[in-house]
C-alpha cells in the first residue's frame, strides 16, 4: 500500500488512497475517484518526465578568403554602435537603422563568412511602391506623416540571420475536459468528464531563423517572415554589390533560446493538435529532445526606412525576397477622437429607433441601451481602426519552418480520469420562470465538442 499512496490526485495535487468500498483510488480532500490503472499511468508518466534536453552544434560559418576581402570596408555608426559592410563602389553614408552618418572604420577582416545568401528579388522601386500601399487607406493615419516621409531615403541591407535545424523528440501529457449541460426545474446542471491524453513522438524543423544583428529589431525582422530559403545560393561577395551588409553581433550561441522558445512552442501546438473531441485542452507536462540540433550562418535581404515624426522614430522593413511590408504607424489623436464622436452618435441613433419601432415609446432604458451599444460598437470600430496601423508582431512559434509529415507518434493515448458535476440554482423571475426553458424531459443534453484551443 506504501506504493500507491505515493500517487498524487489529477484533480487537486492531495495524497490518494485506497478506498475498499469503491475498489477505486479516492482523494479525500476533492473526493474524486480514480481507476487504479489510470492514476499510474497518469503519474509514472509525470515522474519520468526528464524535463527538456536542448542543446546545438553552433559551429557555423566558414573562413573568408583574401580575395574576397578586396575593396570590402566597415562603416561604424557612433549613434547606435551598428558596423554596416560595403564594397568601394557602393559606400554608406547613413546609418540603415538610425538614419545617423556612418565613418568609414578600416577594411573588412574578422568576422566568419556566411554559409548562404539569399538575393535580393524585389527592387528598390517596389519597395518604395510597398511603402506607398502600407498608407493607403488608414483613416487614422496622420495625413502629414505621408507628406514627411523621406520615401527615397529606403536602404536595401542583408541582415545576419542563424538558422536551426533539429529533430525534437517530445512526449506530452494533456489535461482534456469534455461537457455536457442540461436543466431541471431548480438547477442547472455541468458535467466534466476528464481525461488525460498522451502523446509521445517525434517532428522536425529546418531553417528556424534568429536574428545576428543587436540593431534589428527582432519582431520586425520576425514580422516580415517566412523567407524562403529553398532560394538560397552559396554565399559570394558579388551579391553584395549594390547593398549594405550588417556585421552579425549576436552569435549563434546567443541566439539558441530565441530558437528553443519558437520550437518548443511549435512543437506543443502540432502535439495539441493531435487532441480532439474536447471542450478544453490544457498541457500539464511536456519534455523535448532536440537530436542532430545545427546552425547555419545566412545573410537575408531585407529593405529598410526610418523615419520621424514628433520626434518619434518609427522604422519599415520589407522583406526583400517575397515583398511582405511592415511597420508600426502613428496615431492621429484628433480623427480618432473625430470617428469616435460620429460613430457613437449613429450607433446611438440607430439603436433608439431600433427600439422605438418595437415598443413605441423611448423610455430612459432606451435612452441606456442606446449609450451602452453605441460605446461598445465605438470601442469595436475604433478599436479596428487602430489595429491597421500595427502590423509588427513578434513571432512565437517556428511552423513557418516545420519540416511536412515529419510528425510521428509513438504513444497517442486518451485515458479517463474522472468525472465531476457543477450545478447552479435556477434565478427565477417574477413570473415564477427560470432565467431558461428546461430541456425537454429533462435530459441531459450534449454539445458538440469543439476543436480545443491550446493553452498552457
Not at 505621408?146 to 520615401?151: D, P, V
Not at 517566412?226 to 541566439?255: C, I, M, N, W
Amino acid at each position: 500500500m506504501a506504493e500507491i499512496n505515493k500517487y498524487k490526485c489529477p484533480c487537486c495535487g492531495g495524497k490518494l488512497e485506497f478506498n475498499s468500498t469503491v475498489q477505486k483510488m479516492k482523494c479525500p480532500f476533492c473526493e474524486s475517484e480514480f481507476e487504479i490503472q489510470a492514476v499510474q499511468d497518469y503519474n509514472n508518466s509525470i515522474s519520468q518526465s526528464s524535463g527538456d534536453q536542448m542543446n546545438w552544434e553552433t559551429q557555423a560559418g566558414g573562413e573568408w578568403q583574401s580575395s574576397e576581402l578586396n575593396g570590402m570596408n566597415v562603416y561604424s555608426c557612433q549613434s547606435c554602435g551598428g558596423q554596416i559592410i560595403a564594397d568601394a563602389t557602393t559606400g554608406a553614408s547613413k546609418c540603415p537603422y538610425c538614419d545617423n552618418p556612418v565613418v568609414m572604420s578600416g577594411t573588412f577582416s574578422d568576422d566568419k563568412r556566411p554559409d548562404s545568401i539569399i538575393p535580393f528579388k524585389v527592387d528598390k522601386e517596389a519597395a518604395k511602391a510597398a511603402l506607398i500601399v502600407h498608407m493607403s487607406g488608414k483613416k487614422l493615419l496622420p495625413s502629414v506623416f505621408k507628406e514627411q516621409n523621406h520615401i527615397d531615403d529606403i536602404k536595401g541591407v542583408y541582415v545576419p540571420v542563424w538558422l536551426f535545424d533539429a529533430e525534437a523528440d517530445a512526449d506530452m501529457v494533456f489535461k482534456c475536459d469534455k461537457t455536457r449541460s442540461w436543466q431541471d426545474d431548480q438547477f442547472a446542471y455541468v458535467e466534466h468528464n476528464m481525461y488525460s491524453a498522451y502523446r509521445s513522438g517525434k517532428l522536425a524543423f529546418k531553417n528556424v531563423p534568429v536574428d545576428g544583428s543587436e540593431k534589428m529589431d527582432d519582431t520586425l525582422m520576425e514580422s516580415i517572415e517566412p523567407f524562403d530559403y529553398s532560394q538560397a545560393v552559396e554565399f559570394k561577395t558579388a551579391y553584395l554589390s549594390g547593398y549594405l551588409a550588417d556585421r552579425y553581433d549576436v552569435s549563434a550561441e546567443d541566439s539558441i533560446n530565441r530558437a528553443n522558445t519558437r520550437i518548443k512552442r511549435s512543437t506543443e501546438q502540432t502535439f495539441a493538435s493531435t487532441v480532439n473531441g474536447y471542450n478544453s485542452v490544457n498541457c500539464e507536462h511536456s519534455s523535448i529532445r532536440l537530436r542532430n540540433g545545427k546552425a547555419k550562418y545566412s545573410l537575408y535581404p531585407v529593405w529598410l526606412l526610418n523615419t520621424s515624426w514628433n520626434g518619434q522614430k518609427y522604422t519599415f522593413a520589407m522583406n526583400g525576397q517575397t515583398g511582405k511590408f511592415v511597420g508600426d504607424l502613428p496615431v492621429d489623436k484628433s480623427a480618432a477622437t473625430k470617428h469616435s464622436m460620429i460613430t457613437f452618435i449613429i450607433a446611438f441613433i440607430v439603436t433608439i429607433g431600433v427600439l422605438f419601432l418595437f415598443t413605441n415609446k423611448i423610455t430612459g432604458g432606451s435612452i441606456i441601451t442606446g449609450l451602452v451599444v453605441g460605446a461598445i460598437i465605438t470601442m469595436i470600430v475604433v478599436g479596428s481602426l487602430k489595429a491597421q496601423l500595427k502590423s509588427v508582431h513578434s513571432k512565437q512559434t517556428a511552423a513557418d519552418y516545420k519540416i511536412n509529415e515529419s510528425l510521428h507518434l509513438s504513444d497517442n493515448r486518451d485515458v479517463f480520469l474522472y468525472k465531476k458535476l457543477d450545478k447552479t440554482p435556477i434565478i427565477r423571475n417574477n413570473n415564477g420562470n427560470g432565467g431558461a426553458p428546461p430541456s425537454q424531459n429533462n435530459r441531459p443534453q450534449a454539445g458538440p465538442p469543439v476543436r480545443p484551443q491550446f493553452r498552457k
